[in-house]
């Protein structure tokens, strides 16, 4: 089993800054991959990014490609996400999840286990 939680979600106006955490405990040694993906109402979940744990690299959705950036924390086992240049669009809650199968998976049945999610949202 790995928990995840996720913090560092809230209001921020558009154009700003903010950065999502995702600690990890648990099993993680077994962990391929963290990704993150974002909800709004009445829309299924959207992938945002993903860090292979290995080796560090990484993937985004166009959507977020140049403004979002993820990192990790290899002694916290934390997973960071950086948004940047902030638009109303990615008002979301966002979800980190961690995948035991995969490498960099960018679909939801990719991922084993999920954080509980945190909101973020973009005034404009």
């Known amino acids: 089993q790995v928990r995840l939680v996720e913090s560092g979600g809230g209001l921020v106006q558009a154009g700003g800054s903010l950065r999502l955490s995702c600690a990890a405990s648990?099993?993680?040694?077994?962990?391929?991959?963290m990704g993150w993906f974002r909800q709004t109402p009445g829309k299924e979940r959207e992938f945002v990014g993903v860090?292979?744990?290995?080796?560090?690299?990484?993937n985004y959705a166009d959507s977020v490609k140049g403004r979002f950036t993820i990192s990790r924390d290899n002694a916290k086992n934390t997973v960071y996400l950086q948004l940047n240049s902030i638009k109303p669009e990615d008002t979301a809650v966002y979800y980190c999840?961690?995948?035991?199968?995969?490498?960099?998976?960018?679909?939801?049945?990719?991922?084993?286990?999920w954080g509980q999610g945190t909101q973020v949202t973009v005034s404009s």
């Open positions: 999840a961690a995948s035991v199968r995969y490498r960099l998976p960018t679909t939801e049945p990719g991922y084993d286990y």
């Open positions: 648990g099993r993680t040694f077994s962990t391929y991959a």
């Open positions: 860090m292979r744990w290995d080796l560090g690299n990484t």
